[in-house]
Structure formats: C-alpha cells, structure tokens
C-alpha cells in the first residue's frame, strides 16, 4: 500500500498538474462541480465516482488528492532512496579511509565532517536549498538547473553524510585492530583489499540499518524543506510540498494536510521496522541462532 | 648445510608509552624484543618457547614486517626484509605464512571458508573460478577438513577446525616459511596432539620451515630440532631440542622444565626430590 506511488501513473486517471476547476462528476447520480463557484473545492467522495476524486480535490485549482498523494510520494520515496545512497556512498568510503589509515588522513576527513555537523541540519538544508533553488547549480560540465528534483538530492545526502560517516569510522577503528586484518596483511593484502575485502563485509548489517533509517530521516527533512519551500519546486509536489499547501485550508479541508502527514509518519515507520528485519536476516550468526531453534542445527560455538 | 632460511640480528620491537594532555611524550617504552638473534635453517623447526607475555607474538610479528622493528636485521634467504615497506614486502609474502595464537579472532567472520583459504591463491592471481574451487577443496582436505566446507562461516567449526581453516590458509600460496605462534595454545588439550601431528606431516611432506611457537616446553620439545629460550624479551639460551631439555644453562630454562606435567609419578618424584635436597 505504502509502496502504491511506485506505479502512480498506472492507477492514476489523471496528471498530478491537471486541474478540474470547471468539471463536474457525477457523485451517487447526482452532479457537483469539483470547485464551486465560491472557490471551495469537493472533499472526499471515496468511490461515490468511480474513483476519481476518492479524497477530493486540493483547493483552488481543483487537483485530485489521491493522485497527487501518489505522485507526490514518488517525489518523496525517490528523493529519500537516492539521497540515501548518496550518502552511504560517501560515508563508506570517507569512514573506510578515514578509520583505516588514521594519521593525518583521519584528521583532514572528521575536521571536515565536524565543519558540516556543526550545523543544524534543517538550516543547512534551507540555506543550501534556497541558494541553490535562485541560481541553480552549476560544477564543471554539470549543470542543474534550478527547478531540478536533483538539487534536494543532493543537498540532503550531502547534509546527512557526516552522520554516517562518523559510526562507521568508529566501527573501522574497531575492525582494523583485529587479527584477521593482521592476517590478511600477512597474505600480501593491499589497502583496498584490507579495506574493501575484509573490513567492508563486516559494515554491511550496520550499513543497510543506517541506510533505511537514513532514508526514513532523509523524508522528514525533505518534508520539512519543501514546507519550508527550499525543496521540490511548484508544480512538482512532494508530501512536504502538499502539507505545505494544505495549511491554506487546515480549517475547512484538514484531510488535505493530515493525509499526506500520515503517509510519511508510516513510511518512516515501516522503514524502521524492514530496517530491523533486514539486519536479522543478513547476520550470519542471527541465522545460525534461529535455525538452532528450530533444532536442524546446533552451533558448535558462538562468537568469540 | 647452505645459507639458512631465515637469519635475524639484534632485532629490536620497543613500544614508546605515550601520555600527555594536548601533545603525545613519550614517558617510557615497553622493551618487547630486546636484542633478539635467531637462524633457521632449510626444513629445521625452532621452537621458541616463554612465559605469557614474554614477547613471543611481537617476535613473530617484527620477523614477518608485521610491525616496523625498531632496529635490527632480518635477512630472508640472504635477503634483507627489515625496513621493507608494506608494498615491497607484498611480492614476498606468499614465501612466508603465519598461522595464528586466536583461531577464531584470525579469520573474517563475515567470510566463507572458501574464500579465505582462496583469497592468498587469488592474490597470487592463481587460476579461474572452477581451477581455485579445486584447489581450495584439496587444502581442505590436506588438513582434515571436507571441501563441502568450502560455503560456511568460521563460526560454525570448533576452535579445533578453526585452527586447521587457519592452518589451510597458511598452506595455499606454497611457502617456504611458516610462522606458527602458539598454534594449539588456544585449544583443548584432546585436540592438540592432532593438530601438532598434522603440522609435522605437512613438513615432512612439504618440506617446510617452522619457527614454532609456545608456552609450554613440553609441546616444543617434540616437534622442534632446535629450542630457543625467552625471557622478557631476550633469549636467554638457544641450542638442540634434546641438549636444552636434559641439559638446561640457565635457571628460567629449568623452572620451565619444572612446570611440565610428567605422565609418570615415579618420574615425577625423583625430580622432586632431586630439586630439593634429600632429608631436608
Ligand atoms: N601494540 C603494542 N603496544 C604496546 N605494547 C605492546 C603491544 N603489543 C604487545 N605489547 C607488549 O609487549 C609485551 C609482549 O607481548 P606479546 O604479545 O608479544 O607476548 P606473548 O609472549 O606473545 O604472550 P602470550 O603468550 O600471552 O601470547 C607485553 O608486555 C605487551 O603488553
Ligand atoms: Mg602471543
């Protein structure tokens, strides 16, 4: 259900911009107009037709709720996945090298991250989102232009980046004492390989449960920028964007905001609880411990 | 008898003490290895043998360029490796192993069996996907383990296993070398005698070097040629097995020796009342 707005344009009758100011529909053999001629649009009409309009319109401009919910939690779920990945991207590889190689290289990479971490995350995000939402971005060859979705991307998996990086460098500076690093130095093991071959595999539990929650983390600030209005840009929506324009009418139409809020506060929650599960079922050991349970295999020694 | 193997000279490992609130100073060294000389010879075993703490590990480790001695020679087949970096000991790496005092600590525990005995074949650029799994499965068998182990976790063998997983990985880049600190230190006593055998097998058949490492005399003594002797970081006598046993030079040497378990009780007692002064 959560995952609907994975194929919003196949369910969806209509665009998430097309507006219906002058139609009507027919609701239980009867007709009403979508927005009535004092500006107050429909409210929910569940399946009284067919479908369409099954929470109402937004307002004003008369655009079906539901659809936009879809499409606006597209925007959401992709900004919160590829933010995400950005940022365990670069916390992997800045928390391997940094936890690996120590010295200086550890120094000039956690003063950097302490530079960012030193800010509010949310401000941060609004000074880099309404800078970049005015001129655009533009690094080299590559250019985004100022509308683009990709510039909250960026901005929040930029943002966020240190406070992945920062558990894993400490969980580096654990794994590299350990004797099987020593080991595979002793097979003429290079860096890299040290770093990728045998420290890496044993971030992963710890890297997909940061990378749900961070993506979970990810949407609620999203949210808050788009409400803020330094994220996604009119007339692309996003559940921040349609709280935000929900708050208009928070008297006469409270569905408007309150369904969107409820959407996200789910998501969140259901990325939490898969983050857990996927944890137990990737540890090599958890697996061990349930199969002894269900007595096919008796361990001979847990972990040292 | 030509060149020896292995020829190590003065070797130093001392580890500064560092303290200090905003600056590290150095406020005394640890003297792990203090002026260590050892040689071993093509197909010889020395054992080295010491209390707990005594420096054994760091020895091993300054000898393999594990850890950057402090000063001091180590010359490998005439070569001299101390003060090597990292990247030019690398080529030279498969000519000498190390099997580990912690069998499970060693091994990655996020890693198959497979790949662990496989990666130094790998490393070496050693045959395709179907070619390394046959290798694999032969070093596991070598040392008594079955190639259907090739897909599970360290976790799931016995700390007796896990030291012949430990000892397999050793094997698979063919060295000439094999460092083994206190290969059964960690394990049951029933399983000890097997583990030691296996080791001596794969000399015979390999005709492999070991400097054999332990705490206890009595372990040494059968599987080494020569015994060495350490006491806070110096060898304090080094000779033939037999001669340092029945013979010992030095007095550590011979309360190591009193410490050993004698399976025998007349034995037992006759050294005992030879220690002590009879009617006394
Ligand atoms: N990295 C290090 N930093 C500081 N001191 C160290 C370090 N490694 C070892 N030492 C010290 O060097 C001494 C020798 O340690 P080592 O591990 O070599 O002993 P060992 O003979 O192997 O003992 P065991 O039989 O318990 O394994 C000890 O006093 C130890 O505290
Ligand atoms: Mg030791």
Known sequence: MLAAPLWASHVAHTGPDTTHTTEKITVDGERREVVSPDGASIGPVWFGADGRFFLGADGRLGRDEMVRLMYGGRTSLLIGVAAALITTFLAVVLGLLAGYHRGWTDSVIS??????????????????????????LQIGPLSISSGSIWIPILIIGFVYTPYMARPLRGEVLALREKEFVEAAVAQGAGPLRVMFG?????????????????????????????????????????WGAMISTGTELIYSAPLLTIIPGTMIVLTVLSLNVFGDGLRDAIDPRSRVRLEAHAGTFEPEREGA | MSEPLLEVEGLVMHFPVKRGLLVDREVGRVRAVDDVSLTIGRGETLGLVGESGCGKSTLCRTVLQLLKPTSGSVRFEGREIAGLSRRQMRPLRREMQMIFQEPYASLNPRKRVGQIVGDPLRLQGAGSGAELRRRVGELLERVGLSPEHYERYP?????????????????????????ADEPVSKLDVSIRAQIVNLLDDLQDEMGLTYLFVAHDIGVVRH??????????????????????????????????????????????????AGGRRPGS
């Open chain 1, 111 to 136: 003063r950097a991250m302490d530079i960012v971490w030193a800010f509010p995350v949310l401000l941060l995000g609004i000074a880099l989102g309404t800078a970049l939402a005015v001129g655009g």
């Open chain 1, 198 to 238: 045998e420290l890496l595999p044993n971030l992963w539990s710890r890297i997909i449960v940061l990378f749900t929650l961070s993506i979970a983390n990810n949407m609620l600030l999203e949210s808050a920028l788009s409400f803020l209005g330094a994220g996604v840009q009119p007339p692309a929506s996003s």
């Open chain 2, 155 to 179: 976790h799931e063998f016995s700390g007796g296993q896990q030291q012949r997983i430990g000892i397999a990985r050793a094997l698979a880049p063919s060295p000439k070398l094999i460092v």
């Open chain 2, 223 to 272: 599987v080494s040629d020569r015994i060495a002797v350490m006491h806070e970081g110096r060898i304090v006598e080094q000779g033939p097995a037999d001669r340092v046993c029945e013979h010992p030079a030095d007095p550590y040497t011979e309360s190591l020796l009193a410490a050993v378990p004698v399976p025998d009780p007349r034995q037992a007692r006759a050294r005992r």
